[in-house]
């Protein structure tokens, strides 16, 4: 039986790490990491994963998409000729994360041994019933550090010498840069960050001939954003998460006054958090 933390590159799951091989030792846990390409992962969240395993000195196992150096969230998407199907699973996430990991429980851990470990905080409860009740429905056990664990040794890697990924000066997450999955802020983000990632998705879009976003009247084009975000950018508003989304849109709003009618739906949108976990 081993101890295996899902291991994204994010912050929560180091102190995931970090607590659970200091209680139950090096040697019977696994480090499991999806590698995703660097095109839309940051490279020093490639940086602060080595780091945090040379700490515990146990080398990364991955369970990676055959093409992963290549394959981004768009294009996995680009292939299937869609987001996602029905109400399912959305198809970047699915194709990049769950299927790699579906195939390494069937090769590794086919008798249900193992104990898996995620990074949900108190604050994520819902997300931690939601995966006790995946996992156990297919016979696995989890467990939930940093939101269930009474006793902790550590609250951040800053204790240890390692700095988090500089992905969180901007990002709340350490997920894909351009994650089809969150709301309309990351993606202005996006728009003035990564140009490259917006028009790849805004490319995506009319090849697939649906929208990543929609509102309560249907789909909603990046492109139909694009002249807003122009604006945007132009006057200063700067890309960032860690902003309240109500206060940023307020900003945004008072700042592009003619706009204002569009700006008021991104909040409620915003409001949801990105969920990329297998």
């Known amino acids: 039986m081993k101890h295996v933390v899902l291991y994204s590159g994010g912050h929560s799951s180091a102190i995931v790490a970090i607590e659970v091989v200091r209680k139950y030792g090096r040697e019977n846990v696994i480090l499991l990491n999806h590698d995703i390409s660097s095109t839309v992962e940051d490279e020093d969240i490639k940086r602060f994963k080595d780091e945090i395993s040379s700490y515990l000195g ?57 104990i898996y470990y995620y990074g949900f905080d108190r604050n994520e409860m819902h997300r931690v019933q939601r995966r006790v009740g995946v996992m156990a429905e297919r016979g696995y056990k989890t467990d939930y550090p940093i939101a269930l664990w009474p006793q902790r040794t550590i609250h951040s890697t800053e204790e240890i010498g390692i700095n988090r990924p500089m992905a969180y000066s901007r990002f709340k997450h350490a997920n894909c840069i351009g994650c089809l999955k969150a709301g309309w802020q990351h993606w202005y983000c996006v728009y003035v960050l990564r140009k490259d990632i917006w028009n790849e998705a805004k490319a995506a879009e009319e090849e697939i001939g649906y929208a990543i976003h929609k509102d309560e009247a249907g789909a909603v084009y990046l492109e139909e954003r694009e002249g807003l975000f122009a604006e945007m950018e132009r006057l200063g508003i700067q890309p960032n998460e860690h902003v309240p989304s109500g206060k940023f849109w307020s900003i945004a709003k008072q700042a592009v006054a003619e706009r204002a009618l569009q700006i008021d739906m991104f909040a409620d949108d915003d409001a949801l958090p990105c969920e990329c976990s297998t």
Do not use: M
């Open 58 to 114: 146990i080398d990364v196992t991955y369970a990676n998409h055959e093409r992963w150096k290549d394959a981004t969230p768009i294009s996995v998407c680009l292939d299937a000729r869609a987001w996602k199907v029905g109400s399912g699973q959305i198809l970047c996430t699915n194709r990049l994360k769950t299927g790699p990991f579906d195939l390494w429980l069937e090769r590794n851990d086919s008798q249900k041994e193992n």
